[in-house]
Every structure is written in C-alpha cells, then in structure tokens.
C-alpha cells in the first residue's frame, strides 16, 4: 500500500449549465455522506460558468469536495479574448485544473509546448494541474503506446521544479478508451501507470515518483473502478459520462467497500 491518497475527479466536459450543476454538488454532497471521505479526494471538475455556483454550494454546505477547472490560458491575463487565468481560478476557490486533456489536444491543437506553458501557468496560480496523456488507438496498435505518452508527459512537465512535480497529478486516458465504453484492462492500465511513476522517477528521483498521484480515465464506472484501484501504480480516476450522476460518481468515490 502506497500513501498515496486516492483521487476521483468528475470531469464534466461541456455538460450541465450552473443550476443543474448546482443540483448535481448538492445531491452528490448528499451521496458522499455514505462514504469515509477521509480515505478518498472527491473533485468536481465543471464548465467555467459553473464554477463560482460549485464555489457557494460546497462552501455553504461543508461538502467533502474540491473542484477546479477542465482548462487554463497558458497567459496571467491581459487581451487573450475568451481565455480565464490561473489567478481568476484560484480566486474561486479552485484547487485543481486539467491540463491537455485529449479534447483538447485534438480539437484546439494543444502540444506539448502549450501544455507545459499551461502546467506552469496553473503551479504559478498555485492550482494542481491534471496533466493528462494517453495514446491514439493507432499508437497502441503499433505498440507504442509507452513511448507516445511518456513524451506527452516529459513535455507537459518539462522545466518544472522536484517540489512542483510532486504535488502534480497525471491522469493516463488512452483515447480510445474515453466515452467509448472500451475500458483499459487493469493490466493495460497499470503497465503505463508504471511507466510513468518509473519515468518521474527518472526525473526527479523516488521521493517525487513515490508523491505523485497517477490516475486512470476512460470509461470508469462503479462496476470496474475497483479492479483498476487495485494495482499497485494506479491511485485514481478522471472520469467523464459517470461523474454526471451522483449516485454513480459517490459509489466510484466509495469503491473501497
Ligand atoms: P469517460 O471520459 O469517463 O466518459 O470515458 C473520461 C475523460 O475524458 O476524462
């Protein structure tokens, strides 16, 4: 067992505008009544415009759940028409911030060069980022799965000091896995979660790769998130479609028992 706190983050995606967001926090804060929330880190990662109604609930009510963002500006602030900054996050409350999911590597054109400005950006505001990193099924066909996600993760984290990468959190999505229902097996899941705590190892030395928390995401679900917890190099999970009802998310959040 690692001392690693495991980690369940809800990426909403484009989904929920704030009043059925609000109503979702409020009942998942309900749900999570159910669950030792002393064992597990709940984050609620909704659209922007949600954010400073997420604030207000989980303020009010107490609720065991930390929230932030799905993006960041690579820039503090200034005439970036339609971007929001590290600081107006932080200034809400925010804890954590995902960085270079695959979406938008593939439709806003997110390289490793502007994923590693946004993980900076986000340790600069002092949020976590999520950096998230995970090959095309082509890249996994070929087998070289491994080699393509390490080099979105040694470039995503690349110039960022030992203390920074070790509070970072990596979220390995393959992307054939992500809202397609096709799971990574646990094996799968684990042979890259490895090789990224061994690559951070490399890095920056045991004590970073032993801290740093490496999730899963793609299709998770109550019904498989525990075989995947149970490897040794997976500490949690990004998930996407099952974080939008709260009864699901709670028990994803509670798979220990
Ligand atoms: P999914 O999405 O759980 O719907 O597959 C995961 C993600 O994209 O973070």
Redesign the pocket.
């Known amino acids: 067992m690692s001392n690693r706190k495991p980690l369940m983050?809800g990426?909403w995606?484009m989904n929920l505008d704030w009043k059925q967001g609000l109503a979702l926090v409020e009942e998942l804060g309900e749900q999570l009544a159910s669950v030792d929330t002393s064992k597990v880190e709940t984050v609620v990662l909704p659209p922007f415009v949600d954010i400073r109604t997420v604030q207000t609930a989980v303020e009010a009510g107490k609720l065991p759940i930390a929230y932030g963002a799905q993006d960041i500006s690579a820039h503090e602030s200034g005439a970036y028409t339609g971007e929001v900054s590290g600081s107006m996050l932080a200034a809400l409350g925010a804890t954590y911030v995902?960085v270079g999911?695959?979406?938008r590597r593939q439709y806003h054109g997110e390289d490793e060069q502007v994923t590693g400005a946004k993980v900076k950006a986000a340790f600069a505001a002092g949020l976590v980022p999520i950096l998230?990193v995970g090959e095309p099924l082509e890249e996994r066909q070929a087998g070289r799965h491994v080699e393509y996600t390490l080099a979105q993760l040694e470039g995503g984290i690349e110039g960022i000091s030992a203390e920074q990468a070790k509070s970072i959190v990596i979220?390995y999505?393959p992307v054939w896995?992500?809202?397609?229902?096709e799971?990574a097996t646990p094996d799968d899941a684990q042979e890259v979660c490895k090789a990224i705590r061994d690559s951070l190892r490399r890095l920056h030395g045991d004590e970073v790769a032993e801290a740093v928390r490496v999730l899963y995401?793609?299709?998770?679900?109550s019904s498989n998130v525990g075989e995947l917890m149970d490897k040794a190099d997976v500490d949690g999970?990004?998930?996407?479609?099952?974080?939008l009802k709260a009864e699901e998310f709670a028990r994803i959040a509670g798979y220990q028992g």
């Open positions: 983050a990426n995606k995902t999911h695959s979406e998230c979220a999505e896995a992500i809202g397609t229902g799971v995401g793609g299709s998770v679900k999970a990004l998930v996407g479609g099952a974080s």
